[in-house]
């Protein structure tokens, strides 16, 4: 048997609609899921048309290498146009959450609610009774509940990302290539012929594409510049256009390197970093030097709270979370939790631990959900 195949069960003629997105993963699940046995049709989703320009947005080359890899592995290929879900379900989220202060990750939202709801509803009115992308996760029925698995490639695993979906969701979902290597993906395309086989991956905000990050913010809020203030000392330090451009942890981008009369008794100059945001005053405060106690958090409040394990965690229990995508996992406890909140606390203080960003909490390989973050402490 392929040993590609392993991680997938015999497909005998039922119907998958696989989320193509031009990529080698999404191009690999639908190959692989086809040799399994599955009858296969493949969707395209476009999710966004402002200023859908080849500047900065992929779709138009995006859609032609999924028209080619599965003219290559022979199946269907329909384009469906969810801009306006995208635009109410993630897009206004998005946007709310940068006017309050806060940093979100659209890239969670976009696939609660797009990627495996409103790509799984279409789904299933073509008939299909699973749909399938090239995440790199795992799922496995367990006891009568179905779990999100971390991807066996820990360099590449997006269970993260994944969090707040539904048992619902993820009983109907399929992650064929979860139990690969990024490595091992690329080979699987170039034998079969597919021309994505060495495709870049894809970065910047979920279907919107790689743009400057500025100008694009600009376009849909109000800029208000305001006080950088050196949150030891309150000194003013320099001007920022906006709190919006500015996230816990951010080092560069500032514009107040190379201060005079700010070295360290060992005439040393530490960078600078954003550490806080005062909304009513439109401050943003600074730290110096990467390690300052206001950049560290042992202890953190979730809210807006999403277990994909359909039960929330014990407390008291040993666990571990991120608090950011690429994290190594942080071994924690859960303190308190209810069906709004949850205090998640840390063996070792975390580093610029991030409001609006999610936390995510594991048992070992199994991603359990968790909430966005709505504050720390130390």
């Keep these: 048997m392929n040993e590609?195949?392993?991680?997938?069960?015999?497909?005998?003629?039922?119907?998958?609609?696989?989320?193509?997105?031009?990529?080698?993963d999404s191009s690999v699940s639908a190959l692989l899921l086809k040799q399994a046995g599955y009858k296969v049709?493949?969707?395209f989703m476009k999710n966004w048309e402002d200023d859908d320009t080849e500047d900065y947005c992929s779709t138009r080359q995006d859609l032609v290498d999924a028209v080619a890899a599965a003219d290559v592995i022979g199946m269907d290929l329909e384009v469906v146009n969810f801009s306006a879900e995208y635009k109410d379900r993630v897009f206004a989220s998005f946007l709310r959450e940068y006017q309050a202060g806060r940093t979100p990750n659209p890239d969670v939202l976009c696939n609660a609610?797009?990627?495996?709801?409103?790509?799984?509803?279409h789904a299933m009115?073509?008939?299909?009774?699973?749909?399938?992308?090239?995440h790199y996760a795992q799922v496995r029925e367990f006891?009568?509940?179905?779990q999100l698995l971390k991807g066996e490639d820990g360099n590449?695993?997006?269970s993260y990302f994944l969090h707040r979906l539904n048992q619902a969701q993820l009983s109907r979902t399929l992650f064929p290539v979860g139990h690969l290597y990024k490595r091992d993906v690329r080979r699987i395309a170039a034998d079969a012929g597919l021309a994505n086989a060495a495709k870049k991956d894809s970065t910047g905000i979920c279907f919107v594409g790689e743009r400057p990050f500025r100008e694009f913010l600009q376009r849909y809020l109000p800029v208000t510049p305001g006080d950088i203030r050196d949150l030891d000392s309150d000194r003013v330090l320099g001007r920022h256009e906006g709190l919006m451009y500015h996230t816990v942890g951010q080092r560069k981008g500032l514009g107040i390197g190379g201060l005079k009369g700010m070295a360290d008794d060992a005439g040393e100059h530490e960078a600078w970093y954003s550490a806080r945001k005062d909304m009513e005053r439109n401050v943003l405060y600074v730290v110096r030097g990467h390690d300052h106690p206001a950049l560290l958090s042992g202890r953190l409040v979730a809210t807006d709270l999403s277990?994909?394990?359909?039960?929330?965690?014990?407390?008291?229990?040993?666990?571990a979370a991120k608090t950011r995508y690429r994290q190594p996992d942080a071994p924690c406890s859960i303190d308190a939790v209810d069906a709004t909140r949850c205090e998640i606390v840390f063996a070792e203080s975390q580093w610029a631990v991030t409001p609006g960003q999610s936390v995510v909490v594991y048992e070992s390989k199994v991603c359990l959900g968790g909430g966005i973050i709505d504050s720390s402490t130390p």
């Design 143 to 146: 006891e009568g509940r179905f």
């Design 125 to 134: 009115q073509l008939g299909a009774s699973r749909i399938a992308t090239g």
């Design 4 to 24: 590609a195949l392993a991680g997938i069960a015999p497909g005998d003629g039922e119907t998958v609609v696989v989320g193509m997105s031009g990529g080698v």
């Design 113 to 121: 609610e797009i990627k495996f709801a409103a790509f799984l509803d």
């Design 307 to 319: 277990w994909v394990s359909g039960a929330s965690p014990h407390t008291q229990w040993v666990y």
């Design 41 to 43: 049709v493949g969707l």
């Design 156 to 158: 590449k695993d997006q």
